[in-house]
């Protein structure tokens, strides 16, 4: 971000400190945007990036600079967010680190072509993509099985339109999307194979079919076990999901009752079972809330409930010790911070994805007279600008 006559410029893939000429794209009253023509004085820590596919497919727009740097930018843009949006002064917080490569465990891909690749980012145009660096071993390594099935089964790669990998614990998930009703064919070294019959703009929804395994992953994250199923979110690093509990653990304490909100499969209800009487948790997604349900079972939890409800549908009032948020990218809905306001808790922690949404939401929070207490980050998604916050929020004055 530059600025001139109180005039903000966002420039697309510059560097704090650095000077350099633009081009303007797309001119408002207060704010363009731009794009760099040339380099004048480049940051120190620039760096080549590793990846041949930098800038073409646009998915790790930071990987031309070093990581301990991509560490730092993202607590200062946190610390400026919460400046700008959630109009507060914090310190800067602590980033834990994660592998900065080869961490995830989901990779969502398109299909052309029997060919599979990105879209670059906002665009329709299509990118073969032989390896992705973020991607961990096994899941390239299936990428390559598939492409070849692919290859073979020219009829079947035509009405696939996208394809999903995942993997936990040394097994593997092909996930086949179609708007069609498809029968992929045998796939010999892949786990689980299932396909989604999707007339939807989100990637992985529809009607689904297992034709291989069980199409469920299993996964142990600080000794509780979890299962995965196709469909379902769960955290797509998994050293940065233990590093998250572990902060969530020690931010919430204990209790007697735990309200986990956007549980998913029952992550963080799971993680904290033991130091509650009792934990409810409430996620929208039905194959999610069944398998948190089983989850609890798998580990012999039995203060555990999960509802199938939208949270801005609860009309619950009872009292909880602790609250905890984790939405998608867009936050909390509207009304959402009144609702958790009128259960009282001493303890509200929000874990985040998106920093702008989070500070927005933070302003909500504060208007109902509540302060950030403590915040650290997690670098959930290193070579990438995304970033995932864990913040405890408490009633009264900052500490
Ligand atoms: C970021 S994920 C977090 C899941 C879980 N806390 C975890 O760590 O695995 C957000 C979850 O919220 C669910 N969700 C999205 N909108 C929702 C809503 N309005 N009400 C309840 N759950 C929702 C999604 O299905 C997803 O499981």
Same mark, same amino acid.
């Given at each position: 971000m530059a600025r001139e006559n109180g005039k903000i410029y966002l420039i697309k893939g510059a560097y704090p400190g650095e000077i350099v000429d633009v081009e303007v794209e797309k001119n408002k009253k207060d704010l363009s945007f731009c794009r760099i +023509?040339?380099?004048?004085?480049?940051?120190?820590?620039?760096?080549?990036?590793?990846? +041949? =596919?930098f800038e073409k497919c646009g998915g790790c727009e930071w990987? *031309?600079? @070093?990581?301990?740097?991509?560490?730092?930018?993202?607590? /200062?843009?946190f610390v400026d967010?919460?400046?700008?949006?959630?109009k507060i002064d914090i310190n800067r917080p602590e980033i834990v680190p994660t592998k900065a490569y080869g961490y995830r465990n989901k990779m969502e891909m398109a299909v052309k072509n029997e060919e599979l690749g990105f879209f670059k980012k906002s665009t329709h *145009?299509? &990118? @073969? &993509?032989? +390896? $992705?660096?973020?991607?961990?071993d096994p899941l390239n390594m299936l990428k390559s099985t598939v492409e070849k099935v692919l290859k073979r089964h020219e009829k079947f790669a035509s009405t696939v339109e996208h394809v999903v990998f995942r993997e936990a614990s040394g097994k593997t998930m092909v996930i086949f999307i179609s708007s069609e009703k498809i029968t992929p064919p045998r796939i010999e070294s892949v786990d689980n194979v299932v396909t989604l019959e999707n007339h939807s703009h989100v990637v992985v929804a529809g009607r689904q079919r297992i034709h291989k395994g069980s199409g469920i992953l299993h996964i142990n994250v600080n000794?509780? +076990?979890?299962?995965?199923?196709? @469909?379902? %979110?769960f955290q797509v690093n998994y050293s940065g999901a233990r590093e998250l509990a572990n902060i969530v653990k020690e931010y919430v304490g204990?209790?007697?009752?735990?309200? /986990?909100? =956007? $549980?998913?499969?029952?992550? %963080?209800?799971l993680q904290l079972s033991k130091m509650f009487e009792k934990v409810v948790g409430l996620e929208s997604s039905p194959s999610s809330v069944q398998i948190a349900r089983k989850n609890a079972k798998i580990n012999g939890i039995s203060n555990s409930q999960f509802m199938l409800l939208k949270?801005? /549908?609860? @009309?619950?009032?009872?009292?909880f010790d602790v609250v905890i948020v984790d939405p998608p990218r867009s936050g909390l809905e509207r009304g959402v911070v009144e609702k958790i306001h009128a259960l009282a808790p001493r303890k509200i922690i929000y874990v985040s994805c998106d920093i702008t949404t989070f500070a927005r939401d933070i302003k909500e929070f504060m208007k109902n007279g509540y302060v950030v207490e403590k915040v650290k980050l997690v670098d959930m998604f290193p070579q990438t600008h995304h970033v995932e916050s864990v913040a405890l929020i408490k009633k009264g004055e900052c500490t």
């Amino acid at each position: 971000m530059a600025r001139e006559n109180g005039k903000i410029y966002l420039i697309k893939g510059a560097y704090p400190g650095e000077i350099v000429d633009v081009e303007v794209e797309k001119n408002k009253k207060d704010l363009s945007f731009c794009r760099i +023509k040339r380099v004048n004085k480049a940051s120190a820590s620039r760096v080549i990036p590793l990846c +041949k =596919y930098f800038e073409k497919c646009g998915g790790c727009e930071w990987m *031309n600079i @070093k990581y301990e740097e991509q560490l730092k930018l993202k607590s /200062d843009i946190f610390v400026d967010q919460m400046r700008h949006v959630a109009k507060i002064d914090i310190n800067r917080p602590e980033i834990v680190p994660t592998k900065a490569y080869g961490y995830r465990n989901k990779m969502e891909m398109a299909v052309k072509n029997e060919e599979l690749g990105f879209f670059k980012k906002s665009t329709h *145009n299509f &990118i @073969k &993509i032989e +390896k $992705c660096m973020l991607a961990s071993d096994p899941l390239n390594m299936l990428k390559s099985t598939v492409e070849k099935v692919l290859k073979r089964h020219e009829k079947f790669a035509s009405t696939v339109e996208h394809v999903v990998f995942r993997e936990a614990s040394g097994k593997t998930m092909v996930i086949f999307i179609s708007s069609e009703k498809i029968t992929p064919p045998r796939i010999e070294s892949v786990d689980n194979v299932v396909t989604l019959e999707n007339h939807s703009h989100v990637v992985v929804a529809g009607r689904q079919r297992i034709h291989k395994g069980s199409g469920i992953l299993h996964i142990n994250v600080n000794n509780v +076990k979890y299962e995965i199923p196709a @469909k379902a %979110f769960f955290q797509v690093n998994y050293s940065g999901a233990r590093e998250l509990a572990n902060i969530v653990k020690e931010y919430v304490g204990s209790g007697e009752k735990l309200l /986990d909100l =956007y $549980c998913g499969v029952g992550f %963080f209800s799971l993680q904290l079972s033991k130091m509650f009487e009792k934990v409810v948790g409430l996620e929208s997604s039905p194959s999610s809330v069944q398998i948190a349900r089983k989850n609890a079972k798998i580990n012999g939890i039995s203060n555990s409930q999960f509802m199938l409800l939208k949270v801005q /549908d609860w @009309k619950q009032k009872a009292h909880f010790d602790v609250v905890i948020v984790d939405p998608p990218r867009s936050g909390l809905e509207r009304g959402v911070v009144e609702k958790i306001h009128a259960l009282a808790p001493r303890k509200i922690i929000y874990v985040s994805c998106d920093i702008t949404t989070f500070a927005r939401d933070i302003k909500e929070f504060m208007k109902n007279g509540y302060v950030v207490e403590k915040v650290k980050l997690v670098d959930m998604f290193p070579q990438t600008h995304h970033v995932e916050s864990v913040a405890l929020i408490k009633k009264g004055e900052c500490t």
